[in-house]
């Protein structure tokens, strides 16, 4: 059957990423793979479009798709809206109504890339972590949230972080599983030693590790993660974390890759529906240029195709076309670092799509 899959291109490098995204699924397309391809505004697009920031008729294709590859939201024009509207309402209003709470970001580093990271090439070679992150629920979503006036006239910003059981449980249950395919390694990272709502996490996590005997459970506070991230990242397998942990913890873990713009990520629901973005933003100061990196939102299509349309073999090859086109010396802006510019060729967007296509063929 044809397998349905939304495409949003959102704002900013958005639309320019997408295109060199949708090139590589057209050719496989061309090569047999049956899928169709329905485009709507999201982000800011939609907003402009029809004055929300996720369209009725977006959420209603997204809903009946079986995959939605997304690029990225957000632009300085529209940071004074209110935040009901603003972009980045756009992508958890998706997130939250298509229940995608099993956010999976890797951190991987191609060896081609050694050079492009900030970190001494021996404290990221091999680099191959994966973040599980919760993306429905709590601070992002928490309620009482919003900004009040206390009786002194003063005013006060609150937001609540709630984590309910059956929440805990079931992004346990996703990161576990995805340990026991990996390195059976688990770190769970949480602030339990202030935080009662992450005490609570922290004991569902030792719980639900009863189901996985063979994965090694281990707790570390948030702080630490973030400073062990940068000084020995190697010794993480699959780190899970809560929604605002998890996003700042994948951006850390991202740099050190060399660049954030070669990661992907999938977002999960329990039925292995998927939503597939590139983790970087929506880089206003660079959109419109076909400057930005493709490279994520190309292994997003390669996370899409192992996680929801059940093709790993597709997936296999587009990394396997990432890795050739690094190879060659392709390089995007980004991860063209000087110390190793010899032998490489400078490529715009569209220039790299291209050569992944043709790697592929
Ligand atoms: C991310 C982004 C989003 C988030 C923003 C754009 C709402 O930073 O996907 O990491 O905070 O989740
Ligand atoms: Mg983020």
Redesign the pocket.
């Known amino acids: 059957m044809t397998k349905k899959i939304a495409v949003l291109p959102g704002d900013g490098i958005g639309p320019e990423i997408i295109a060199e995204a949708v090139k590589v699924l057209e050719s496989l397309r061309a090569g047999g793979l049956d899928i169709e391809m329905n485009e709507a505004p999201v982000g800011g697009a939609g907003y402009e479009a029809s004055g929300k920031p996720l369209p009725d008729d977006t959420l209603a294709l997204a809903k009946e798709s079986d995959a939605i590859l997304l690029g990225a ?2 632009g300085h024009q529209w940071e004074s809206l209110d935040i009901s509207v603003r972009p ?1 309402k756009g ?2 209003g998706l997130r939250a109504e298509l229940e995608l709470f099993s956010n999976l970001r890797p951190a991987i580093l191609y060896k081609q890339l050694a050079d492009a990271s900030t970190l001494k090439p021996e404290v990221v070679a091999g680099l191959d972590i994966m973040i599980v992150r919760e993306l429905t629920g709590g601070i992002y979503f928490g309620q009482p949230r919003g900004v009040r006036t206390l009786d002194n006239g003063e005013k006060q910003g609150f937001n609540t972080l709630v984590y309910a059981e059956s929440e805990i449980e079931r992004i346990g249950h996703s990161a576990f599983k995805i340990a026991m395919k990996r390195g059976k390694k688990l770190c769970s990272v949480d602030k339990a030693n202030v935080l009662e709502c992450t005490e609570l996490w922290r004991e569902v996590m030792i719980r639900v590790s009863k189901d996985y005997p063979e994965v090694e459970l281990s707790h570390m506070y948030v702080d630490n993660a973030a400073m062990q991230l940068v000084r020995a990242p190697k010794q993480f397998d699959v780190m899970v974390t809560t929604n605002m942990f998890g ?1 700042i913890l ?1 951006d850390c873990a991202a740099m050190l890759t060399g660049s954030i713009g070669m990661l992907p990520s999938a977002s999960l629901d329990a039925n292995g529906k998927g939503m597939y973005e590139p ?1 970087h ?1 929506s880089a206003p100061d660079i959109a419109g240029q076909n400057v930005a990196n493709p490279l994520a939102t190309i292994l997003s299509v390669a996370m899409m195709l192992r996680y929801s349309l059940n093709e790993t073999e597709l997936a296999n090859r587009i990394e396997s076309a990432v890795e050739k086109v690094l190879d060659q010396g392709l390089r995007t802006a980004d991860i063209l670092s000087d110390s190793t510019s010899d032998g490489m060729q400078k490529v715009s967007t569209s220039e790299m799509g291209d050569a992944v296509v043709a790697a592929l063929t």
């Open positions: 939201v957000g980045e992508l958890l996003d994948s983790i933003g």
